[in-house]
């Protein structure tokens, strides 16, 4: 079946299988590597991205389910060689150590940020709950979140 | 500590930000997925439904009919290689592919070879396989049975299911002094079956280059070089050679010891490959992951400690069985069947101990390797730091003030245990004051006191662990005869900037930092101008890996050392330069210096072009240096963790409401990467204290074979970890370093079972094994009328 949509603002055509996923059509069929896999039961959010700005598990949905949607994933995060705050906050905190649940951590928080711009340790927490990590025990991403949202309110007062 | 260096140049004591993080904050890393090669093709594996049965056909015809699919291959087509079975890192033997039968469910019994990832799956479950199934045996106590069915009917002779028995220390003397102990206190541990479930699971891309004969292997592996030379030791007879096998593991997403061992799927991609001359992916999913890597931990634990009246402890006796699954493919040093278990002394000062353990056959997946611990240290740990709490509830004294009372005391080292190992430097007392002041210990007993008069449940509980880490003087310490040392190379370049190759590979602990911090700091070259490498066997020195939190001990001071080298030789140029004898220079991280004439000085920088432009007459040219370090000891990394739980009285559920960490690592490299590795040791330790665990009903079937039934902490369960630290650097090591990234896995989880017990003593109850879930407090309530 033929695909139409939008990744990271740029347009994208595939013939996909009916039942390939959505994350093996971002990462092997357009090679955009930064979307992890690392469970088979939509538990860990490593293969997190943003479907029409929501985020979602692209390893729970059909790649012919996004046909003509909008879609974000890490590597749509830097703009114009400028880091969104969010990945500026991962390194200033120390929020990742292997890196690769940190894609998946980066679209969660990234779409939750844009909700909460002022959140409390505890939301962030329950935000990032799909998210597993195993390198940092979470204490760093939280402050890399809140050290974002910090910058971004900063931005916004500018 | 102060930093010697300036925050520019970034040495040792530096919170630099990691050289990692750049590109994979962009998701621009390289794991093992993400290489896919031109006419690469993809193998998936039928596995076992059966803990045990006979295989009596394989049916492949509809898999080969499947469209896509080029291949099935069966342990009868290896066989014809005799590449069915392999060695273990432990010198035992596992099946690649079965010929006759299985002996664990989800074990490998076919593979398919397709031309893209879905079509290997569809070949796969194309394959149909007839089997009769046998009497499976789950339980290791049973299996020692007399009568109990003999599982390993591939080994000639073999009459039972006992795999090796190794005992260790003074026995008679042991015996004695429990028989004249004035206390003595008994308890069964069992600390279950667990699996590390890095969040990217294993795989490899195999690429055999039939023109050169060439074989290249990007794979998960902690440990490349081993692989190679494991790889041209089994597969010399089909033509691969060492010089022709190059393992890169690239960027890797946790390891913490479950990517040490050789899993019978790299085996068969990497024959797959040789066979077809094309580049072969095989990529476990979490299932298999979690169902047939290896695993941890499985030790069935009976422990006795002896004291006198006055509550000095005097002797620890453990029996232990370790269930290997079907075989012992634990990743021990050849000497050590049961790891380095034997520092089960602890953090005191016992005069006697024996430790006896027996491996055992069981139809479970093989393994008995790490979680995030060296060489079965977290058993070790587990075991004395129940034992000690126990004895000092038993005793009515209180746990601080007891352990205080038998701590090995700072002037005691280097200490002599009674296992015979030599700790090298440690200050007990000094973090468990540290750890009672920052938690405020005295309040919370008087907190506990009033909530327990309420009828609330508040425990306290006090883990004081002592780790062995950085395996190891090559005396002793050896895999599969290679010894245990490791490895570092320097080449500096004219402009002065740097290349430093390392035998070791990052699985996220920061090496491409930390190790050019260490650089930075012997040589004044700034952190940022040093790229470190690791993890290609075709450009890094011959190394053994990284696990058991051996890289900083070990090839940390492979870094120092080669430094040093490589300003021996600087030494010798800047005397050429400024013609002054050597012994009138003096050094300071960055420059040498005429004594007395400090303004008359030559740069690291300058002397590395003069290296290369200006060498003195009768040295050779060039500035480089390669350490191949073999420790004189291990280093023993301690700390004193405190954590305040409070038990629902309703529903059994644990709740950490504080846990404060004190770790003492010797010297610290980056501080913000040392607290980033004991926030994440500290969750892989409440993950089996409170959640993680794999078992098996009596016919052999998984309950914990994924993400939704193996409970992996979230942020919400995690607790806000409070932390801080000691310093009482290594003696024997060049930086005074000791290793970090495990012992917060290692001390965590008798924190948290002695909270759980302190909250419960005064209602009689003296032991839970972990995981300590709602389900097994609430029927201890239960029992004790708590709760109805």
């Known amino acids: 079946m033929r695909v139409q949509l939008s990744i990271n603002g740029e347009k994208h055509e595939a013939d996909v299988e009916p039942r390939l996923l959505l994350v093996h059509l971002i990462r092997d069929v357009l090679r955009l590597t930064g979307t992890h896999i690392g469970c088979d039961t939509t538990h860990c959010g490593a293969c997190t991205v943003l479907l029409e700005g929501r985020p979602v598990k692209s390893c729970t949905m059909f790649a012919v389910q996004a046909n003509g949607k909008s879609l974000m994933t890490v590597e749509g995060l830097e703009q114009d060689g400028k880091l969104h705050p969010l990945q500026e906050g991962f390194m200033a905190e120390h929020g990742l150590q292997c890196g690769y649940c940190t894609p998946g951590m980066l679209m969660t928080g990234y779409a939750f940020l844009g909700k909460h711009p002022t959140p409390t340790e505890d939301e962030i927490r329950v935000a990032i709950s799909g998210n597993l990590c195993r390198c940092t025990g979470y204490v760093n991403i939280v402050k890399a979140v809140q050290h974002a949202a910090a910058t971004l309110r900063e931005g916004a007062a500018r | ?788």
């Open chain 2, 1 to 788: 500590m102060t930093p010697r260096t300036s925050l520019d140049v970034g040495g040792m004591g530096h919170s630099i930000k990691r050289k990692e993080d750049p590109r994979f904050i962009r998701g621009k890393g390289t794991y093992v997925d993400d290489v896919q090669l031109p006419g690469m093709l993809w193998l998936d594996i039928v596995r076992s439904p059966h803990a045990h049965a006979k295989i009596v056909k394989i049916d492949t015809a509809a898999a080969l009919a499947t469209p896509g699919v080029l291949a099935v291959i069966t342990g009868q087509d290896l066989a014809k290689y005799n590449l069915h079975w392999m060695p273990t890192l432990m010198s035992d033997t596992q099946m690649v592919l079965p010929v006759d039968k299985v002996m664990y469910q989800a074990q490998e019994v076919a593979a398919v070879l397709a031309t893209s990832r879905y079509a290997a799956a569809d070949g796969a479950a194309a394959v149909t396989v007839e089997y009769e199934p046998l009497p499976v045996v789950v339980d290791p106590k049973k299996a020692l049975e007399p009568g109990a069915p003999v599982l390993r009917t591939d080994k000639k002779d073999k009459k039972d299911n006992h795999i090796w028995h190794w005992e260790w220390g003074d026995r008679a003397a042991t015996d004695r002094a429990m028989a004249e102990a004035d206390v003595t206190v008994k308890q069964d541990i069992y600390i279950p079956r667990i699996h590390v479930a890095s969040i990217e699971t294993c795989g490899c891309v195999a690429h055999f280059d039939k023109v050169n004969d060439k074989l290249t292997v990007w794979m998960t592996t902690q440990a490349p070089h081993a692989i190679r030379t494991v790889f041209a030791l089994v597969a010399g007879h089909v033509g691969l050679q060492e010089h022709k096998i190059r393992i890169i593991s690239p960027d890797i997403g946790g390891g913490f010891g479950g990517k040490v061992p050789v899993y019978p799927g790299y085996v068969i991609a990497v024959a797959a490959s040789v066979l077809t001359g094309k580049p072969v992916k095989w990529i476990e999913d979490r299932m298999e992951n979690l169902q047939a890597d290896s695993f941890a931990r499985d030790y069935h634990i009976t422990a006795e400690l002896a004291a006198k009246k006055d509550g000095t402890l005097t002797a620890l006796r453990i029996k232990t069985l370790a269930d290997h699954g079907y075989t012992d493919a634990a990743a021990n040093p050849s000497k050590f069947p049961a790891g380095l278990f034997h520092v089960c002394t602890g953090s005191y000062d016992l005069k006697a101990a024996h430790v006896e353990v027996d491996g055992v056959y069981t139809n479970k997946p093989p393994g008995g390797i790490a979680y995030r611990c060296s060489f079965r240290v977290t058993e070790a740990v587990h075991t004395i730091e129940r034992m000690v709490d126990l004895m000092a509830h038993q005793l009515g004294q209180d746990p601080a003030q007891f352990r205080l009372q038998n701590f090995v005391k700072p002037e005691q080292f280097p200490y002599k245990s009674a296992l015979g190992w030599e700790y090298d430097s440690g200050n007990y007392g000094g973090a468990l004051l540290k750890a009672m002041e920052q938690i405020d210990y005295a309040r919370l007993r008087k907190e506990q006191q009033e909530k327990r008069q309420r009828g609330q449940l508040m425990g306290i509980g006090i883990s004081s662990f002592t780790e062995i880490v950085g395996a190891g003087p090559s005396k002793h310490f050896d895999i599969l005869g290679l010894k245990m040392f490791d490895s570092c190379e320097i080449r500096i370049h004219p402009t002065g900037k740097a290349i430093a190759r390392f035998g070791t590979k990052s699985q996220g602990q920061g090496h491409e930092t930390t190790y050019a911090q260490i650089l930075a700091e012997e040589l004044g070259i700034p952190a940022r101008d040093i790229q470190v490498e690791e993890g290609d066997t075709d450009t890094a020195p011959y190394g053994l890996g990284t696990y058991a939190s051996r890289s900083t001990p070990v090839a940390g001071a492979a870094a120092a050392v080669a430094a040093r080298k490589v300003r021996d030789k600087a030494r010798k140029i800047a005397a050429h330069l400024m013609e002054v004898a050597e012994q009138d220079l003096e050094w300071e991280p960055g420059k040498f210096s005429v004594k007395g004439a400090p303004d008359k000085f030559k740069t690291i920088q300058d002397i590395a072009f003069a290296a290369y432009t200006n060498h003195p007459q009768g040295l050779e040219a060039g500035l480089e240096a390669v350490s191949y370090y073999d420790p004189p000891n291990l280093t023993y990394p301690f700390g004193s963790y405190i954590c305040v739980v409070d038990i629902d009285a309703g529903t059994g559920e644990v709740k950490v409401r504080r846990f404060v960490a004190i770790d003492d690592c010797g010297n610290i490299i980056n501080p913000m990467i040392v607290q980033g590795q004991i926030h994440g040791g500290l969750t892989m330790g409440l993950a089996p204290a409170l959640y993680e665990e794999i078992s098996y009903d009596d016919n052999g079937n998984i309950q914990g074979g994924s993400f939704i039934d193996y409970l992996l902490p979230t942020a919400v369960e995690t607790p806000k970890w409070e932390t801080g630290h000691t310093v009482t650097p290594s003696p024997h090591h060049p930086l005074g370093a000791k290793g970090v990234g495990e012992s917060a896995t290692v001390g965590a989880p008798a924190a948290i079972a002695n909270a759980v017990v302190d909250a419960l003593w005064h209602l009689g109850v003296r032991h839970i094994d972990i995981p300590i879930t709602p389900a097994k407090v609430w029927k201890v309530l239960r029992e004790k009328g708590v709760t109805e």
